[in-house]
């Protein structure tokens, strides 16, 4: 099973069929977990903030350099990255779903796969199999695509419902069991996924649990006329893609994690979120209203929204910034509110303006 360790030229494209080379079974001996485990490791030091704000200035500075006119769906990456959370992004084809997600994935030197989804990807595509050795006559894993600290999903929903349902636990949990053994995966982690949108041919829709998974759904949009001008100059010629190189490493972003999970939030902004996700169950143009994991996520998104911001605390304004990508995709409407012709980010917009805003406090 091929994988990259920073450089994505060589990334591993994951159809039906697998190779042997990249991970062994021996480097999967620190991640393997069972239940006699009992010694946790002592706690990684975080960051400053300081080093939030250069390292995410310079993530955001070599994605904008080949993603032209894009900063706050670039922002919205970084911050998802920072989240602990995973993207998923969905558009119509070729307005830079993947561009976006390679461009991430380059920016920082750590193990980066591909997936790509076909009807006919398997599960164990992803996950790995354990397979038998003649060499040592005993059975062997050998550790599928996920097995990275960037997972680049492209078109997630072309695969069947058994095939999306393998990351399930990978993405809640942060580990794969194959065959009665957990195996914990890579530090930092995250899932990046295109889809097209359901109406296109040969897609089956994302299950409720599945997007409900992703913390945040973005969509690219078409670029304005000066951004599709300057596109022509950069990608005419050679990729800008090709000629990017790491401005981080995963031990850093890592350490840029545990900063983020230390901005202060204050019971009233707790609250404020609280109010949100309650307000979706509430809604009358809603079936289906934000999870208690929803609530999380908007927690979490909204501290790294205002560590990018240079704060050590989060502000009412950091939870709105935030809501619609994080907590649209999650809501189902009613027949009355598509028959408005009124989206999922429409309600959440409007609930913005309806739950009351608590002062700003520390």
């Not at 042997?20 to 999967?28: H, M, W, Y």
């Amino acid at each position: 099973m091929g994988q990259d360790r920073g450089h994505p030229e060589h990334q591993l494209i994951v159809g039906n069929t697998t190779d042997d080379e990249g991970i062994t079974v021996s480097e999967l001996d620190d991640h393997r977990r069972t239940s006699t485990d009992s010694d946790a490791p002592a706690p990684a030091r975080g960051a400053s903030l300081d080093t939030v704000l250069q390292v995410s200035a310079s993530l955001a500075a070599a994605m904008n350099a080949v993603i032209e006119g894009k900063q706050s769906v670039v922002r919205t990456a970084i911050t998802v990255l920072l989240a602990e959370g995973h993207l998923l992004v969905e558009d119509v084809p070729g307005v830079g779903k993947t561009l976006l997600a390679k461009t991430l994935a380059r920016t920082i030197d750590c193990r980066v796969s591909r997936v790509q989804f076909t009807p006919d990807l398997l599960p164990s595509d992803i996950t790995g199999v354990s397979v038998f050795n003649q060499d040592v006559r005993d059975f062997e894993f050998r550790p599928g695509a996920i097995f990275a600290n960037v997972v680049v999903g492209d078109e997630i929903n072309r695969a069947s419902p058994k095939t999306q349902s393998a990351l399930l636990e990978s993405m809640e949990e942060g580990q794969v069991t194959v065959d009665g053994t957990t195996y914990a995966l890579p530090r930092p982690f995250i899932v990046m996924a295109t889809q097209n949108p359901i109406e296109m041919e040969g897609t089956y829709p994302l299950p409720e649990a599945q997007r409900d998974r992703f913390m945040a759904r973005i969509s690219m949009g078409y670029p304005s006329a000066r951004a599709e001008l300057d596109m022509l100059d950069l990608h005419g010629g050679a990729s800008p893609l090709d000629a990017l190189q790491p401005v981080t490493d995963a031990a850093t972003v890592s350490a840029m994690v545990r900063a983020v999970r230390e901005v202060h939030t204050s019971p009233s902004v707790r609250q404020y979120i609280v109010d949100l996700t309650h307000a979706t169950r509430s809604s009358s143009a809603l079936r289906l209203g934000a999870s208690p994991r929803a609530t999380i996520h908007l927690l979490r998104a909204s501290r790294a929204h205002a560590a990018l911001a240079g704060r050590d605390h989060v502000l009412p304004d950091d939870v709105q910034q935030v809501a619609v990508p994080v907590l649209a995709h999650r809501l189902i409407p009613t027949g009355e509110t598509q028959m408005a012709h009124r989206s999922t980010a429409d309600v959440v917009q409007d609930l913005l303006q309806r739950v009351r805003v608590p002062s700003p406090t520390r």
